[in-house]
């Protein structure tokens, strides 16, 4: 061979090599760019899988169904609309909640499902619900208070006497007796561990020194607590509506300073006492950090309270220290189906110094017999600036300003709002049970609204006319 056919023998061979490599490159791409290709595919034939922000983690619409439509074809009919059902509320014979995939807005999604009326008797959005703005202040800033009278049972907790609600002899400008006579209420109980109040709010605080004696604890004859959708949840001392966990402990603050008006340990020589010396405080935490939840986890919420009534737990007081100007059919069903459990439903009327016969506020105002709604006074038997008030719609008042209780950590506040006033109520419908176990939900809600001191100060103000009595509520 000469010179000039060895390189070109040379080049050719180089050259097909080289496009032997390129050739394989190739196929290595397309290899490649098929499997990106697959699975992108697969992640949009399942869409329920894809991960959602936190923010978007809610169910957008609340709907109810037809007697004759079932589950699984609801599930269907949310399967063709790329919406998955999130939950079935079991407490409320149709009631689910649907989770929207496409990210449509809340109200269209609810439209769509209104629309199919064959279906579905009614369909909502899932609104937010906030607290309503409270002052508090930490207990530190609170003044050395005169002693209080002389009585046949004074608990021995320190801070007693700063609790004007529960014992008014004119402290810091107050009107000496403007109180709901807890003292007289005790010489005939003060409370009971068999009566279960569930607090619907930001959870509670169970490490409190200060109630720790009165939180709840799953009985150990009582099953753990099983959703078909969302699990099973070890409910020790709850429940965590908000993020679906069996934790509830509150990291906001409001819901502990309403457990601790209720239950706070009394006469165990420590922080302040609750109107129950003994009760039981079941934690439902529907609203986290912010002081905002939304319709469906409150509703999730009393769903769980009215499963634990059916295991066998002896819950009888809902405390609601919350509202909204939205009204919802799914909420006020499922505290309708509380109230036929035998629950009594007590709730805030509202901090907007506004009259709720014409701008109704819910909860409080729907009317439904197991429902009662609180005004808040100040410590001269005063309307609370602040509070909402209704001739119609609001039933009672109680004690709501410059209120010390229970919060976060070891820690105990004043606070000012209609969400302080309610838990008294509450409180006081817990020591009729306790004094009166086998007496009905309606009886109870009857006699705390016959039992009031009648004001000048809440004539066409509050339907009772009245501030609570507890000494009045436990008199046969």
């Not at 496009?19 to 290709?37: F, H, K, P, T």
């Not at 679906?244 to 006492?273: F, K, R, V, W």
């Not at 410059?402 to 506040?413: A, G």
Request: aromatic share 6%; glycine share 6%; proline share 4%.
């Amino acid at each position: 061979m000469n010179r000039n056919n060895f390189w070109i023998h040379l080049t050719v061979a180089v050259v097909i090599i080289s496009m032997a490599a390129i050739l394989g490159q190739v196929r290595n791409w397309r290899s490649s760019l098929r499997g990106d290709s697959a699975k992108v595919i697969k992640s949009t034939a399942k869409p329920s899988a894809a991960k959602r922000p936190a923010e978007e983690k809610e169910p957008e619409v609340l709907v109810k169904l037809r007697p004759n439509i079932s589950l699984s074809e609801i599930k269907k009919i949310a399967a063709k609309n790329n919406d998955r059902v999130e939950d079935e509320i079991e407490s409320v014979k149709g009631l689910v909640a649907i989770d929207d995939l496409d990210n449509l807005a809340a109200d269209k999604v609810a439209a769509q499902y209104a629309a199919m009326s064959d279906a579905v008797i009614y369909a909502e959005a899932n609104n937010k619900i906030e607290l309503d703005p409270i002052e508090s202040l930490p207990a530190s800033v609170l003044v050395d208070l005169e002693e209080s009278a002389p009585s046949a049972l004074m608990p021995n907790d320190p801070m007693f006497k700063d609790q004007w609600a529960l014992n008014n002899v004119g402290q810091n400008g107050g009107k000496s007796e403007s109180d709901i006579r807890a003292i007289k209420a005790w010489l005939k109980t003060q409370g009971s561990s068999d009566v279960v109040v569930a607090v619907l709010d930001s959870g509670v605080n169970y490490k409190h020194t200060d109630f720790a004696a009165n939180m709840w604890v799953r009985p150990d004859n009582v099953p753990v607590y099983k959703d078909d959708e969302l699990g099973t949840f070890d409910d020790l001392h709850g429940f965590n509506a908000v993020d679906n966990l069996s934790d509830p402990m509150d990291d906001n603050g409001h819901g502990t300073h309403c457990a601790g008006i209720i239950g706070a340990e009394g006469n165990n020589d420590e922080g302040i006492t609750g109107i129950n010396w003994k009760v039981e405080i079941m934690p439902l935490k529907f609203m986290g950090r912010g002081g905002f939840g939304t319709t469906k986890d409150a509703i999730e919420a009393i769903n769980y309270a009215i499963d634990r009534k059916r295991a066998g737990v002896n819950v009888k007081v809902i405390n609601a220290s919350w509202g909204s100007t939205l009204s919802s059919k799914a909420l006020e069903d499922t505290i309708r189906a509380a109230g036929e459990e035998g629950i009594l439903f007590v709730a805030a009327s509202g901090n907007n110094s506004t009259n709720n016969d014409r701008r109704p506020h819910y909860p409080s105002n729907y009317n439904l017999p197991n429902v009662i709604s609180v005004a808040a006074l100040d410590r001269t038997d005063n309307l609370a600036s602040f509070s909402n008030f209704g001739a119609k719609t609001v039933h009672v008042a109680a004690p709501g300003r410059d209120i010390l209780s229970t919060w976060l950590n070891d820690d105990y506040r004043e606070a000012s709002g209609t969400s302080m006033a309610t838990p008294y109520v509450a409180g006081i419908a817990a020591l009729i049970w306790s004094s009166e176990p086998k007496i009905t939900m309606e009886k109870v809600r009857e006699r705390v609204l016959k039992s009031t001191d009648k004001l000048d100060s809440l004539t066409g103000k509050v339907e009772s006319g009245g501030r609570i009595n507890a000494e009045k509520a436990l008199e046969n």
